[in-house]
């Protein structure tokens, strides 16, 4: 938690207020003004006369000054104000905190590129940038080494992504006690789009970044720190020389905010035989692609399937029915009405024989049943049919039963029949989650062989159940 002082307004306001920010852990920030803004929305009816509904307009963007820093809140939301129309107090929780420039709006085009740092990021590359070699020598002797490592680059859409390392280099440190020499090394991605981009552009970008990892690692991969490179730089001339030139001076901005799942650097990190995949199996330069393409084509499934790794722990109920409604969701989008028993024609030549044979109620309630396309349980059973099948076995043991049960179960939660939920739900739940995670494993072009190390070493095995 760190606190700032400064002065506060809104954009274009000529009036600002002393106050003080507080940056919390979970990336989102407080505001305490003293004094505050007029959110009133007050109605002028005639000369004289005006009205005030009690509507309050919003504050998308707040801007601050602490000392030398510019500061941008993003998604302001005022949770308290003292006194009517102009304010004794006000506070203000924001989103999204941008330390180092002024920002207009979240679509305002600032971004130039990014350097963003991601959970699991520097064991998932496998990079050989640090070594350490005991040597038994006479003398005992014990080297460490850190090396570069080149940039993996690639170019999607006129967007480059790079994943690069960050070396510190040695720090040689002494206390009163002993003597200590570190070093370190950590992954990143470097994005850099064809022009500058805005905030959400960018929040986007983080969120494809965030779910790659998280489907490599099979646990939520959070966003550690992201800066960004502001599209216009700064200009700057030497004090020392009164017509010197003006030198242009990109500026850095820090960038925090509040989300769904925060990160925890700080953790242990994953060992490299815990991952579904990783960069020995398909570099970054070659799956990132790929993967942009999936998560785009995708997009309404992988919200879904992510944002079950992402939230708190809840009911398993809940989580069956997300998992249940990604994998319809994701079968629909890759392989449309793939799988279905009845085709344009069968159903059609059904509806005729329905509306020969029947009258009434009867035939109009027949007749809403007879539809084209794949059900719920066709659906998953042609899922499961996708990835490896000795992968799928593992997980999976009966596709048959499997299908059978998961639908009875959706069908419970959505409709309140509590004993059409099964006992098994948990079980049921863990399946279809790690299912998805093998057809994405699938569509993203890995062999059979990673498919079956996954489900081997990654995931939890059944037996068939009765």
């Keep these: 938690m760190e606190r700032m002082q400064g002065q506060w307004w809104e954009p274009g306001a000529d009036e600002s207020h002393p106050g003080v920010l507080t940056l919390n852990d979970d990336g989102g920030a407080t505001l ?33 000054r602490v000392e030398a820093k510019e500061i941008t809140l993003v998604n302001c939301i005022a949770t308290r104000t003292t006194g009517m129309g102009s304010p004794s107090s006000q506070v203000f929780v924001a989103d999204q905190v941008l330390i180092g420039a002024l920002v207009e709006s979240r679509e305002e085009p600032v971004v130039r590129r990014a350097f963003v740092r991601i959970e699991n990021l520097t064991a998932w590359g496998v990079l050989d940038g640090l070594s350490w070699t005991p040597s038994r020598s006479d003398e005992d002797e014990h080297t460490a080494r850190l090396r570069r490592v080149p940039d993996q680059v690639v ?69 550690i720190s992201m800066t960004i490179e502001h599209a216009v730089d700064r200009e700057w001339r030497d004090p020392r020389k009164r017509n010197g030139p ?45 993967w942009l393409e999936l998560r785009r084509l995708c997009s309404s499934a992988s919200n879904v399937y992510f944002g079950d790794y992402y939230a708190p722990p809840t009911y398993t109920e809940l989580r069956l029915f997300s998992v249940a409604v990604t994998a319809e969701a994701l079968h629909a989008k890759l392989f449309g009405e793939e799988g279905a028993s009845f ?34 349980r066709e659906r998953l059973t042609f899922l499961a049919a996708v990835p490896d099948p000795d992968a799928v076995r593992l997980v999976i043991p009966d596709v048959a039963v499997w299908a059978r049960r998961l639908k009875d179960a959706r069908n419970g939660v959505a409709h309140g029949a509590i004993d059409r939920v099964t006992p098994e739900a948990y079980r049921l739940y863990t399946q279809t989650r790690d299912l998805v995670a093998l057809v994405f494993l699938h569509e993203l072009g890995f062999s059979a062989e990673v498919q079956r190390r996954a489900a081997s070493d990654t995931m939890q095995h059944w037996i068939a159940a009765d």
């Design 32 to 64: 305490e003004l003293i004094g505050g803004i007029d959110l009133r929305i007050i109605q002028h009816i005639a000369p004289g006369l005006s009205s005030y509904s009690g509507a309050t307009r919003d504050t998308p963007i707040l801007h601050g």
């Design 155 to 223: 170019n999607v859409g006129g967007w480059t992504y790079a994943l690069s390392v960050n070396r510190a280099g040695f720090n040689y440190a002494t206390t009163r006690e002993t003597a200590t020499i570190t070093g370190d090394m950590t992954a990143r991605i470097i994005v850099t789009p064809p022009a500058p981009v805005s905030l959400d552009d960018l929040n986007a970008t983080v969120q494809e970044l965030t779910d790659f990892l998280t489907l490599a690692s099979g646990q939520a991969a959070g966003l």
């Design 246 to 290: 003006t030198q242009k001076i990109s500026r850095s901005i820090k960038a925090t905010g509040r989300r769904i799942y925060t990160a925890s650097p700080a953790e242990p990190a994953m060992r490299v035989w815990d991952f579904r995949f990783t960069a020995q199996d398909s570099p970054f330069a070659e799956v990132w692609p790929k």
């Design 343 to 376: 085709d344009d024609d069968a159903a059609r030549t059904a509806r005729d024989l329905i509306k020969e044979g029947l009258e009434g109620e009867v035939r109009e309630m027949t007749l809403s049943r007879v539809q084209a396309g794949a059900t719920f």
